[in-house]
């Protein structure tokens, strides 16, 4: 069964500094990984997905991530972190078959300081 | 293009009522996917509906079901409110590449 792990339900970074979310994924296929972003009482929106093509996947707002298979991992990261980026993140795996849900990991809520 | 969009967008109730949600996916996407989302148990499939039949089903009780119509709109429909019920209901479309999900902003459901 496919599983996401986010650590780190919190994160707090300063205005300007780098940012890390972490996401490592269970899967026994091939998968495809997605981060998304959540803005309070708002829907999901996609920041970036990974679907074999690369691995370093670059996404919307700066936002890129680094799919590594020896590891299981697909962390998130922007150089640079803006106070626009304050939100949850969800990282989820599909295994791309035919019965289209996602599994979602339990979400990071980033902080930027001034 | 529209974006998925979701009925009502707020809804208050009491238990043991039912209530009925409603989404219109993106335009020529055919699956609609429907998520629950609570602080405690995050986000949650509950099912996904491709042409008007039930593909994959979460693990949620049977007071929990839904349904697609030849538009491809969906409803969701939960029978004998709970208060545990109270959450954000998402639904999103997909065009069947990669899963990828575009979401609607939601439904919060408050059950009193």
């Known amino acids: 069964a496919q599983s996401v792990t986010q650590l780190g339900s919190h994160v707090s970074v300063s205005e300007g500094a780098l940012v890390l979310l972490r996401c490592n994924y269970s899967s026994s296929v091939p998968p495809y990984l997605f981060w998304y972003v959540q803005y309070p009482n708002q829907g999901l929106q996609l920041l970036l997905k990974y679907t074999s093509a690369a691995t370093l996947v670059k996404g919307i707002n700066g936002f890129e991530a680094e799919f590594k298979k020896s590891e299981t991992s697909f962390h998130l990261t922007k150089p640079s972190a803006h106070m626009s980026d304050a939100a949850e993140y969800f990282c989820?795996?599909?295994?791309?078959?035919?019965?289209?849900?996602?599994?979602f990991g339990k979400g990071t809520k980033l902080s930027v300081k001034p | 293009k529209a974006g998925v969009t979701q009925t009502p967008r707020y809804l208050i109730k009491t238990r043991g009522q039912q209530v009925t949600l409603s989404c219109s996916p993106i335009?020529?996407?055919?699956?609609v996917s429907w998520y629950q989302q609570t602080p405690g148990q995050g986000l949650q499939f509950l099912f996904e509906y491709f042409s008007e039949t039930q593909r994959n089903k979460g693990n949620f009780p049977g007071r929990f079901s839904g349904r697609q119509f030849s538009n491809s709109r969906s409803e969701m429909n939960v029978s004998t409110l709970e208060l545990g019920d109270s959450a954000l209901y998402l639904c999103?479309?997909?065009?069947?590449?990669?899963?990828?999900?575009?979401f609607g902003p939601g439904t919060r459901l408050t059950v009193l």
């Open positions: 335009s020529g996407h055919r699956s």
């Open positions: 989820a795996v599909s295994d791309g078959g035919s019965q289209g849900n996602l599994i």
């Open positions: 999103a479309s997909t065009p069947g590449t990669y899963n990828e999900q575009f």
